[in-house]
């Protein structure tokens, strides 16, 4: 007689239940934090404060996409500003592909945000002393 193939049911009856739970637990605790962080911008006070950027960055990330034609591949670029505060206080928020591609690093003006949702930045005009006597 050969080996006992019970313990192949031990296995499969033990470690695809514990498997599933922490995927399960992992997607519940994702969620949650994201209707907290959500929770608590709501909470938060719209805020208008003088600023300028500090800093630009982007973000490509790539997805495989399987189909029944084969697999694809996508691309999605992310924009991020850095803003410096008054108060030295440094903030960093996505923003569109439009307003990283109009945003210099430099630019001061009006910062809009509520907790960590930004909400737009009004630039003040650059005055130069080029042309003038």
């Known amino acids: 007689m050969g080996p006992d193939p019970s313990w192949m ?8 239940p514990i498997f599933l739970v922490v995927m399960v637990g992992i997607v519940a605790i994702s969620a949650g934090r994201g209707l907290l962080q959500w929770s608590r911008n709501n909470s938060s006070p719209m805020l208008t404060t003088s600023a ?12 495989q996409l399987q189909d029944e034609g ?4 996508t691309s999605t670029t992310y924009y991020y500003l850095t803003y410096e505060l008054e108060d030295g206080t440094r903030m960093e928020f996505k923003v ?4 990283y591609g109009m945003s210099v690093e430099g630019d001061r003006g009006q910062l809009s945000y509520q907790g960590t949702r930004y909400h737009g930045f009004q630039r003040q005009p650059s005055f130069t002393s080029a042309g003038h006597s």
């Open 70 to 73: 084969g697999s694809s591949r």
């Open 52 to 63: 300028h950027i500090v800093s630009k960055r982007s973000e490509i990330r790539h997805q």
């Open 9 to 16: 049911f031990d296995f499969a009856g033990t470690v695809i």
């Open 96 to 99: 569109n592909g439009t307003e």
